[in-house]
């Protein structure tokens, strides 16, 4: 029961950290922002591993393994898809020698 | 020792994940940010296999590098334009992957059966609208909404028969309540996506998102573990947070998004009211002339730039009048242009236009009436200004970029037909405005090939 309050307190703490984490997210920024929460929801691949990695037997390995999976894409992908996206938001300074050099 | 040790970890994994939402409060700090995110994940993921109860250690690993070298391959082969799809799949994955948890969790014979009931509904849920989702945004199934009699009933009834499978569950253990309650949250999913329309998407990619968030937090309480709830969360605030600002920037709200079927009901004619209205149409050619004698010229980009690819040849015209012509340009972005949230903005950055050439709507709205040219190209409901006067008008309220105001506006689109929202978009018929018809590419094709002329 105890334990229940505490998880929910947990659970009430991190909604508004998140909260203000993200309200100061830059509007420019909204879609590295949902590749990158996309990423760390990857985090259920720790329940995977608990599942499957401690089962007994076939049929409760099966479905946390292809947990493993799934999760793994989420995260490797949406961390790569993030990266490439926000390498590609670049400052005015950082762009202006390339251009000349395309001028010349 | 070992589980202080992993516990500690997984504190600070936490502690990275919100340090990378954080890097995202600005362009300069967010490439670090990720990489918080990434070393939080990999410190994560460590922790867990030191468990003392985990073993088949060849079994995890395989499956993860199989699940990695599937992530990375489409993550870096993914064209810009197609990134909406791609957050809807990935999206749809995390729903399943808890989906699949739970289920686990429940043949494993565990005890936590309301939390593993609320984690499969909402995995399920966000799978399968993620699939729909994905499948209108990759143009496999029509991006107009699918509606059709009784569809709110029927979803109204299919929810009900879940939550009422749950409380089944929950109550007399039958297992066999929880595979059904799994497949009629999958069914409800599907359904509740089908009606809704292609430019409706950014909510709902953010909606799915949070949903794929809390899956996580549920499966947090059904294992008992912290940094899963944590983590969770904070993914379910944001997509929280992002649907919230998605609607505001539509004037609409959440629920009259998500019961879909918008700019269904075409008000076919609205100029029949008598009155004769003209359409001026420009060329290419005067357009350059316009825009090269400008001083200052606001470009507003919207899906259809996307759909045609537009960025690269845009950026360029931008840069052909900023340096052989000294014009001032800036880039103005509504919240909701294209098919998720901050779409435009990506590209534009893809294209390599510096950030700082970039506005928000309420950044640069001032500045319209100071604006010589306004380069309208494939946007149109976020620009029409009914959505300021006319009480009646289903997008009435809707905060809108005054492009309008600038002396000269050009519209880049293919056919005079309505937007999105099926209002008729009034700016047409405006004395300075003029239509540039055709392909949003080969226009700004041409006028750059005058511009380099």
Redesign the interface.
Do not use: C, K, W
């Given at each position: 029961m105890t334990e229940m309050w505490f998880l929910a307190t947990i659970l009430m703490l991190a909604g508004f950290t998140g909260y203000f984490a993200v309200k100061g997210v830059t509007p420019a920024l909204h879609s590295p922002l949902m590749s990158v929460t996309n990423a760390i929801s990857g985090i259920v691949i720790i329940g995977a591993l608990i599942t499957a990695g401690s089962a007994e037997t076939q049929t409760v390995s099966f479905p946390g393994l292809a947990a493993i999976f799934l999760a793994a894409v989420n995260i490797f992908g949406g961390f790569a898809v993030s990266q490439r996206m926000l390498l590609m938001f670049k400052k005015k300074e950082n762009t202006r020698p390339e251009q000349k050099g395309e001028k010349q | 020792m070992i589980m202080h040790l992993i516990s500690a970890a997984y504190l600070i994994s936490a502690a990275l994940?919100?340090l990378?939402?954080?890097g995202?409060?600005?362009?300069?700090t967010?490439?670090r940010?990720?990489?918080l995110?990434?070393a939080?994940?990999f410190l994560?993921?460590g922790a867990?296999?030191f468990?003392p109860?985990?073993?088949?250690?060849a079994?995890?690993l395989a499956?993860?590098?199989?699940?990695?070298?599937?992530?990375?391959i489409?993550?870096?082969k993914?064209r810009?334009t197609a990134?909406p799809q791609?957050?809807a799949a990935?999206?749809g994955?995390?729903g399943?992957?808890?989906v699949?948890?739970s289920?686990?969790?429940i043949?494993?014979g565990s005890e936590m059966r309301i939390e593993n009931t609320l984690s499969v509904i909402i995995g399920a849920v966000a799978f399968s609208g993620s699939v729909i989702a994905f499948a209108k945004l990759q143009r496999l199934l029509p991006a107009k909404p699918l509606v059709f009699p009784g569809q709110r009933l029927l979803n109204l009834a299919l929810f009900l028969a879940v939550a009422g499978l749950g409380i089944k569950f929950v109550v007399s253990q039958e297992v066999n309540a929880f595979y059904l309650l799994t497949g009629g949250a999958i069914v409800l999913g599907f359904l509740l996506v089908l009606p809704i329309g292609g430019a409706d998407m950014p909510v709902v990619?953010?909606v799915l998102?949070a949903y794929?968030?809390w899956?996580?937090?549920g499966?947090?309480?059904s294992?008992?573990?912290?940094?899963?709830?944590?983590?969770?969360?904070?993914?379910?605030?944001?997509?929280m947070?992002?649907s919230y600002?998605m609607t505001k920037a539509m004037n609409r709200s959440l629920s009259s998004v998500m019961l879909g079927g918008f700019g269904l009901n075409k008000e076919k004619d609205v100029s029949a009211n008598g009155e004769e209205r003209t359409v001026r149409t420009g060329n290419p050619e005067d357009a350059a002339f316009i825009m090269k004698n400008a001083n200052k010229v606001i470009i507003v980009p919207g899906y259809g730039m996307a759909a045609a690819q537009a960025q690269h040849i845009l950026r360029t015209m931008g840069?052909d009048l900023q340096?052989k012509y000294g014009v001032d340009v800036k880039y103005a972005?509504h919240?909701v242009a294209g098919r998720?949230?901050?779409?435009m903005?990506?590209l534009l950055?893809?294209a390599?236009v510096?950030?700082?050439?970039?506005f928000?709507l309420e950044d640069i709205n001032r500045e319209f009436e100071t604006a010589d040219v306004a380069y309208v190209i494939g946007a149109n409901d976020v620009t029409n200004p009914l959505a300021k006067s006319d009480t009646t008008s289903p997008i009435y309220g809707m905060p809108v970029l005054e492009a309008g105001k600038a002396k000269t506006v050009f519209f880049v689109k293919r056919s005079l037909g309505t937007g999105y929202s099926g209002v008729e978009n009034p700016l047409f018929f405006a004395d300075n405005v003029f239509m540039l018809y055709g392909d949003a590419k080969k226009v700004t094709e041409e006028i750059v090939s005058v511009l380099e002329r």
């Open positions: - | 994940f919100i990378a939402i954080r995202l409060a600005s362009p300069e967010a490439r940010g990720n990489v995110g990434i939080g994940m994560a993921i867990t296999l468990l109860q985990i073993h088949n250690y079994l995890l499956f993860l590098a199989a699940g990695a070298a599937a992530g990375l489409p993550a870096f993914v810009m990134l791609m957050i990935f999206n994955l995390g399943l992957a808890a699949l948890i289920l686990a969790d043949i494993a990619i953010a998102n794929s968030g899956a996580a937090a499966i947090g309480f294992l008992n573990n912290v940094l899963l709830i944590i983590v969770g969360t904070i993914v379910g605030a944001s997509g947070i992002l600002i840069n340096q972005i919240p998720m949230p901050g779409h903005n990506v950055a893809e390599n510096p950030y700082e050439e970039v928000e």
